[in-house]
């Protein structure tokens, strides 16, 4: 039986490049890798790598070089390790405030994705990159619906500039909020940023939710954890936020690729395949654009949950029954 076809979906050229420098990685021994110098250098130039090295040729030798390093177990720690794994990803843009002391470079994406360990445990993991890293995909500026964005933005971009480490008593974080709370914030980032109206009408449904990119099965994945959270047991009560119920463990990182041999698995969601649902102000209003697209892996239980977002305020400035326009309407949730 042939070999299915694979796709590299998402491929981070900077971390792949920082992996083989930091490591002392030989892709050929008769080549070295050039190091890009003065202030526009970033590490490993891959462009100078033998050509006989393609994509995958790369991350096999990476693999098999780094295979102590790498945690396929998810019942074991991870914070600082690199890890594989396998399972239905959903890849969004964060939306951010532009605090520019804390401003993540370009155009960020994150991607969601959830396995259960051996043990029966949850594990999230919120994967921060460049949206430039997604391959084969130019997502337009402007998404043609708007939604709930976090006020909790500029603490996520402080979080991921010191890539979860620890800051000095002295002087602290400008968002002191503990790793619980910000691991928390960025899940709910995650798995709800981008919904309007009535957060029912969206659950489970991340085509309907602005923002949202696309959805793929990932057969693999290679990702560097910056932090692993476990939840204190009794601390957490998400009874009203059915999305993050059975939440025990979030861990928080960058994808140095995502690979796929199921490429029928891809749905794409901005664009022409938005899908909107209509407004909790008026459910009348807003038709759909494009029939909903089903999930073939991953998807989360349904629920009758009809609660609005704890904290989802409407900008008075801007009318909520039209989710439709060339600008998109943007919801921001109250303070904290």
Same mark, same amino acid.
């Given at each position: 039986m042939p070999k299915p076809v694979g796709r590299y979906v998402y491929w981070s050229e900077r971390l792949v490049g920082e992996v083989i420098d930091d490591n002392g990685i030989r892709l050929d021994s008769r080549i070295k890798p050039a190091v890009n110098l003065g202030v526009a250098g970033n590490g490993v130039n891959l462009a100078g790598r033998d050509r006989? *090295?393609?994509?995958?040729?790369?991350?096999?030798?990476?693999r098999k070089k780094l295979r102590k390093s790498i945690v396929t177990d998810f019942d074991a720690p991870t914070s600082?390790?690199?890890v594989q794994g396998a399972g239905w990803a959903e890849v969004a843009e964060f939306q951010r405030w532009g605090f520019p002391e804390f401003r993540l470079p370009g155009r960020t994406a994150l991607t969601h994705t959830q396995t259960v360990t051996q043990q029966g445990r949850r594990v999230d993991l919120c994967l921060f990159g460049s949206l430039k890293n997604l391959k084969g995909y130019d997502v337009p500026e402007e998404d043609s619906v708007?939604?709930?964005?976090?006020? *909790?933005?500029?603490?996520i971009e402080e979080f991921m500039a010191l890539r979860g480490a620890e800051?000095?008593?002295?002087?602290?974080?400008?968002y002191p909020l503990?790793?619980?709370?910000?691991?928390?914030?960025?899940?709910?980032?995650?798995?709800?940023?981008?919904?309007?109206?009535?957060?029912?009408?969206h659950q489970g449904r991340p085509e309907t939710r602005a923002y949202t990119i696309m959805g793929f099965d990932a057969t693999e994945y290679v990702a560097v954890i910056y932090k692993d959270v476990t939840l204190t047991p009794g601390r957490w009560n998400f009874r009203a936020e059915p999305e993050l119920e059975g939440v025990s463990r979030i861990l928080i990182g960058a994808p140095l690729w995502m690979r796929t041999t199921r490429q029928d698995s891809i749905k794409v969601h901005f664009g022409e395949n938005r899908v909107l649902v209509p407004s909790v102000w008026d459910r009348s209003s807003a038709p759909a654009i494009a029939p909903a697209l089903g999930r073939t892996a991953g998807a989360l239980p349904q629920s009758a949950q009809l609660d609005p977002m704890p904290g989802q305020v409407p900008h008075p400035d801007l009318d909520p029954t039209n989710v439709t326009g060339s600008r998109p309407r943007r919801f921001r949730s109250g303070p904290g």
């Open positions: 006989e *090295n393609t994509t995958f040729d790369i991350a096999e030798k990476l600082g390790h690199y708007g939604g709930w964005t976090s006020s *909790n933005a500029p603490m800051v000095s008593a002295r002087t602290g974080r400008a503990d790793d619980e709370e910000a691991a928390v914030e960025i899940l709910k980032v995650a798995l709800t940023q981008g919904i309007y109206g009535d957060p029912a009408d």
